[in-house]
């Protein structure tokens, strides 16, 4: 048998006589009750994905609980009538916590790995410019899976300007001018993600006709005694 349950059986005895007798027989199959998970992986301050376990074998009503002496991190619960596993921690972790679920049939206990990892935090700095000249605006990352980091937008950029999806860097030489102008920077890392709001403000330089009459305009206003 493949699975658990009851096979009946038959069993028929005849003698020199040709007399028979039979007894009917059942054969109760039962696996080994087996429990598993598979890791649990997350950003601290953000709820973690519910995990599910997965069961086979046993009989009866299943009951999960954790092993002695077991903990899980801060703000994570066990579902002890379904097994799940979810919450939110502040804390950032690695660690393993021992399982039970029990039945009729006995006992089995398995090791959940947790990985809790920093938030993951994207910033970029302010970097007012005018147009016409080289621009740069690259944001700093934290938290997460460095090295994991991939970077997408949402929004119109300012004419000039490029946006690269591998480092997160604005550049180019814009021959737009714009304030205020929001574009959303999404950061992921394969676990977590997270976004960020840049504002473009680029101005228009001085022209020269301009700042000859500024210059002007000052050296008129003094006076000398």
Do not use: C
């Amino acid at each position: 048998p493949t699975n658990n349950g009851s096979i009946p059986l038959v069993m028929t005895v005849t003698d020199q006589q040709k007399s028979t007798a039979s007894q009917t027989f059942t054969i109760n199959v039962i696996y080994p009750l087996t429990l598993k998970y598979g890791a649990i992986i997350g950003g601290a301050g953000t709820a973690l994905t519910t995990a599910m376990p997965t069961t086979s074998g046993g009989y009866g009503t299943k009951t999960y609980s954790l092993a002695d002496g077991q903990t899980l991190p801060v703000g994570i619960t066990l579902d002890p009538a379904t097994g799940a596993i979810s919450g939110n921690t502040s804390v950032s972790t690695t660690t393993t916590v021992g399982v039970v679920v029990t039945d009729d049939s006995g006992s089995a206990t398995t090791s959940v790995n947790f990985i809790v990892r920093a938030p993951l935090v994207i910033t970029y700095p302010e970097v007012p410019s005018l147009t016409g000249q080289a621009f740069s605006a690259i944001p700093s990352v934290v938290g997460g899976v460095a090295g994991n980091y991939q970077f997408s937008i949402l929004g119109n950029m300012p004419t000039g300007i490029s946006f690269s999806p591998t480092s997160g860097t604005f550049t180019g030489t814009p021959t737009e001018a714009v304030v205020g102008r929001p574009v959303t920077v999404t950061v992921t890392d394969g676990e977590q993600t997270t976004s960020v709001v840049y504002l473009f403000t680029l101005y228009q330089p001085l022209t020269t006709g301009l700042s000859q009459a500024i210059r002007t305009v000052m050296y008129q206003s003094i006076s000398i005694p």
